[in-house]
């Protein structure tokens, strides 16, 4: 059974900084891209970031670029989104959502095969 379990969320002030994890199992982890997905709260699903099975391919969506980072350890089945000069409206439901290629085919069609059930990011003085 494919499980994605993300932590590392939280209450944090704006220029802050969190890392969110998303713990991997029920498949090949390292044969697989992962990415971010956020949610805020009343608005539609925002693609974050993507990193490629080898972890050599790193996206990022212009809202976050220069201030997070993606990365993978395929040995721990373990994918990382390092988020600083955090903003309040970086506020959202964060998930990390597995594709079904080691690589993106087409950012305009995102179609991911599993989801994890998401962390809070909440950025509020």
């Known amino acids: 059974e494919v499980q994605l379990v993300e932590s590392g969320g939280g209450l944090v002030q704006p220029g802050g900084s969190l890392r969110l994890s998303c713990a991997a199992s029920?498949?090949?982890?390292?044969?697989?891209?992962m990415s971010w997905v956020r949610q805020a709260p009343g608005k539609g699903l925002e693609w974050v970031s993507t990193i490629d099975s080898g972890g050599n391919s790193l996206t990022f969506a212009d809202s976050v670029k220069g201030r997070f980072t993606i990365s993978r350890d395929n040995a721990k089945n373990t994918l990382y989104l390092q988020m600083n000069s955090l903003k309040p409206e970086d506020t959202a439901a964060y998930y990390c959502?597995?594709?079904?290629?080691?690589?993106?085919?087409?950012?305009?069609?995102?179609?991911?095969?599993?989801w994890g059930q998401g962390t809070q990011v909440t950025v509020s003085s």
């Open positions: 029920g498949f090949t982890f390292s044969s697989y891209a």
């Open positions: 959502a597995k594709y079904p290629k080691p690589a993106i085919d087409s950012y305009s069609d995102l179609e991911f095969d599993y």
